[in-house]
């Protein structure tokens, strides 16, 4: 499993090393209002692309385990789909965007309502090939394109950022790097995977929105979790304090890297092991799952808080100082990718479970936030936030043990951990060793 998922980590980290380039830059050639306005985008267009998604491009990890033979049928439906929900909400929101924007005090969405609108479909389409292809167990295949995504987005918007320092060309320039690497990445589908093949066309679509619109929007519901707290930065402060809060939740995100690398191998697995009713290799290959996260998220997350007021200023100089608390906080908040109960739920077809609970979470999420804001301001904000997202996790494993035939900790045993970290220098030393001899 691990060595499966660290072509999809590896790329990641690597992809984001080179991402990471651009808002370092950004910071350093844009005003803070345009630097806030640059942020607030990347808020809408995730908020967005989740809202909208409807769950269609997972439900790949479902169906495609189980019927290989007609994964190209399942990864055209997603295509389609996609195209079909994201044309049709924002032909919706183009009527309200003016009204939505006030509204939301994001006046990004009235400025930049195309690229916003190009952009979030693009980018769905991205993920849906990527998603196809980790679903048929083409990791390094979706490593690689993961890579190639993050090195033309990069680059093009780099060379628009020193050319011109205007904000709009290099938003244009963004979205013109995400449809290359789709069109790639699709030519490389077809002529050297064959992946639209199929031994039927256009069937299961109804299928896969019934299975997508559970989980989709458990998914939506999370999102608002997780981002509910930027909105409400955005809403109440002024542009300029909100560039500083979102260079605060800006993350180095190796533990979310990790867990969805973990992740996009492990729902292949668990749909296969459920199919089979295997519930002792579940419980044993959780275990495992659990032991690399502790062993990787604890350590992570250690170190950022330590080295958080350096990173800060160095990354978006001594005018953002106010974000290092914010980062702190918002370190400890991603423990929760340490515990990952949708993985399961998912293979069990219990989307539903994580639906209520989120929404549960959700009713709570604004009145808490606003006495947060009020007791606390910005460090009460994010502090809630931390809060109510490593809650949720939480109370879905409390149901997911209620459902499960055998119990799943919570907490990674010394043990499974352990043996994470010696198989991890063992695989390291046999691939140093199979290099030298090469």
Known sequence: MLSQSAYLFLAKVFGYGIRILLPVFLVRILTMAEFGLYNQFFLLEIMFKTIFQMGVNQSQYFFIPRDLRNSGAYFINSLMLNVVLFGTAYAIIWFFRTSLSEFLGMPVLDMFFWSLAGYSLLMMLNVTAETYMTARKLFVNAAVFEILRQVLASAATLVAAYLTR???????????????????????????????????????IWKQIRYGLVLG????????????????????YDIETYAVYA???????????????????????????EKENDWAGIRRFWDQILGSM?????????????????????MFTPEYAGAVTIFQINSVAMLFYILNPTLVLRAMDRNDISLKVHLGLLALLPPALYAGMKLWGLEGIIGVHAVMIIAGRLVNQVFLNRLAPVYLPYVASRQSILDFYVNSYRKSRDRMLSLIRR
């Open 247 to 273: 260079a605060g939740c800006k993350q180095i995100p190796i533990l979310q890297f990790f867990s969805q690398a973990v992740a996009a191998v492990a729902l292949v697995k668990f749909a296969q092991l």
């Open 166 to 204: 205007d904000l709009r060309v290099i938003v244009l320039a963004l979205v013109a790097s995400r449809a290359l690497s789709l069109v790639l990445v699709l030519i490389y589908i077809h002529f050297r995977l064959h992946g639209f093949r199929a031994e039927r066309y256009f069937f299961g």
């Open 217 to 236: 929007a458990a998914g939506m519901v999370w999102t608002f979790l997780m981002r509910f707290n930027e909105m409400t930065v955005s809403k109440f």
């Open 294 to 314: 502790y062993g990787v998220g604890i350590p992570v997350t250690v170190f950022f808080i330590l080295i958080a007021k350096p990173l800060i200023l160095l």
